[in-house]
């Protein structure tokens, strides 16, 4: 009899390439994986894994254990949900969400408060990261719903597996020191903004993958970026105090412009568009935060 705790290890291997990353995320021994993952093999009466170098991946036979793994496991967390749901009378269970930053302060928390008097079955659990990070924990149950982002003309990798939807779409500011000559224009061409100091979000993410190719495509300068924070609001404040420009969306504005010039860019409609991650099967209270998720985006003018 194939044990469901060893499945779950193996499942683990194949997504994340190691047996210390998988022990990592179950907050194991890398030792202890090992030795579950033989007693695996020895119930199967077959080889699993092989190595290669460092890393390690499935055999033949092991790609046809973890594929009945996933079917198996999945078919549990459903089962687990449906009899929650069922004494409960409603929705109820463990729902787990990442977000980005500016996301989790405008959708999330909202959402959260919300699904307490709407659904108090349903516990919410949230973390703040990025959604490079967590979609592979999305597919491997770390997580049950991940709100990413993408910027126009800098497509996500595509999840054929996974099911994603628009939670909202939004503009582009330029948010500028509220004493810069520029803070009177009505709409700002980047092409006049080449002498300005930047605050942008660190190197190898979206946003300054953005900044970069707004400021080359569009004002024709490489933009002197000296302040790098994947926080938001430290660029916020980055603008309001040393005298910084910053590209935010609408997300990372709202109330909190006092002190800066905040601007439409006089090049396009600049924007991204804020999205959700689910697995493809949905428990009754993943439908539930979802729905609220969807309840809380707010409205921005186009």
Known sequence: ?????????LREVHGRGTIHAAAAAL???????????????????????????????LTEAGLVLVGHAITLLEGVEAAEAELATVAAGRAAGVVRISAFQSALLRIVAPAVRALAASHPDVRVEVTEAEVEQTAPGLRLHQYDLVIGDEYDDQPRLVHA??????????????????????????????????????????????????????????????????????????????????????????LALDGRDAGVAVRPLADGPLGREVFLLTRQARTPAVEAVAAALHTAAPRVEP
């Open 1 to 9: 009899m194939l044990d469901l705790h060893r499945l779950r290890l």
């Open 27 to 57: 907050g194991y021994s890398p030792s202890a994986v090992s030795q579950q993952l033989a007693v695996l093999e020895r119930e199967a009466g077959t080889p699993l894994l092989e190595r290669t170098g460092r890393n390690v991946r």
């Open 161 to 250: 597996d996974l099911h994603r939807e628009r939670l909202l779409r939004e503009r582009l500011h330029i948010v500028l020191p509220a004493d810069h000559p520029e803070a009177r224009s009505k709409r700002v061409p980047i092409s006049r903004l080449s002498g300005l100091v930047w605050a942008a979000c660190q190197p190898g993410t979206g946003q300054r993958a953005m900044h970069l190719r707004v400021c080359r495509q569009y004002g024709g300068f490489e933009p002197d970026v000296r302040h790098s924070s994947d926080d938001f609001l430290i660029l916020l404040e980055m603008a309001r105090t040393a005298g910084a420009g910053a590209l935010l969306p609408d």
